[in-house]
């Protein structure tokens, strides 16, 4: 096959590469879209359980984890979560909003796939998939491409291939090794919004527990931060216990932040102050402490917590026995639960990658590498790493958007 010539070669058919390439597209750019994989979009397509979350309508810079911080201000302002509703309703797609500004398609992730393939097809993009990158080389100021379906020349080059999270669904390091290969800085890269497992000894009294969830405050700080400038907030959410760790939505959350060796620590009653609870319900009362504490806490937590780290001598004591200093140290334990993670169940179950290219390499208003002219990178594979809930979809978006409109004709 002879060698095409295109004014941008967008590897990754994914979120982000779609957008870029159908805005580059658009502007009547000649564009094609590069994937190695069989199936278009499957990130996408298991996102939100099948509905895809596809944005968050709160989206700011502050949900987003960077060792810059401010480098994803001007995308997300440039194409806001406003901006894809908008792009989603032209196209009929029907959506809700589930929780915490959460939105969701009211059918299946499919259709937002189908919304980025019409955009693209609409515009004109040339489709190569699946097809696999062997080789990229610069020549005479373009990238050259070897690829299973011959040579592509294009004047710019986009990685979009994100990051090593689901690898089963054929997510590799590739962005990262093109950017090393010109030059380009990488912080290093770990699994994000994924479960914490603990040492099996530690953990096994409360493997008892797993399939039990309840709401919790659950913060890092003050052992794991983002960034010197970005401490690790406290999340309220739903945390799960499992056989080995725990996992839900709190922890998702705070795995991004949390650093290894460091312990996380978990409010279990972050809405019922359990000193003035326990202290009401003593004077007079016959019941058991474990009673008790199950009014306020799922049966089987209030049994496990006293038999393994409140005291076992409390738990069947009647709580008009038990002093008031034991009630108010137990109080404090409930509160101020500190447990060190051994390590996260790594990128099989981790949705997202965090760290990538060094944001200090790109320009934030084009995402054009600044020691590689013509390559840009965008997406999952830059160290912009969102909180759960649809921020990292809205930054697919921003960063693709804010790219396919900087990529230029020849």
Known sequence: MSRQIFDAAVIGAGAAGMMAAAQAAQRGLRVVLIDHASKLAEKIRISGGGRCNFTNIGTTPANFISQNPDFCRSALKAYTPQDFIALIERHGVRWHEKHRGQL???????????????????????????CAVQR???????????????????????????????PQLGATDFSLRIARQFGLRIVEPRPALVPLVFDAQTWQPFALLAGLALEVRIEAA????????????????????????????????????WQPGTPIRIDLSPHQPMEAFLLENKSGNRQQLDSVLSRAWPRRLAEQWLNHLGGQELASRRIADVPDRALRDLAQRIHHWSVQPSATVGYKKAEVMRGGVDTHELDQKTMQARRAPGLYVIGEAVDVTGWLGGYNFQWAWASGYVCGRALVGQ
């Open 104 to 130: 969701f398609c009211d059918d299946s992730s499919e259709s937002v796939i189908r919304v980025l393939k019409t955009e693209c097809d609409q515009a004109g993009v040339t489709w190569r998939m699946p």
């Open 136 to 166: 990229i080389a610069l020549e005479s100021g373009d990238y050259v491409l070897t690829t299973d379906s011959g040579a592509v020349r294009a004047h710019q080059l986009v990685l979009a291939t994100g990051g090593m999270a689901i």
């Open 222 to 257: 003050p052992f794991g931060r983002a960034s010197r400038r970005t401490p690790a907030p406290a999340f309220l959410e739903d945390v799960l216990f499992t056989h080995r760790g725990l996992s839900g939505p709190a922890v998702l959350q705070i795995s991004s932040y």
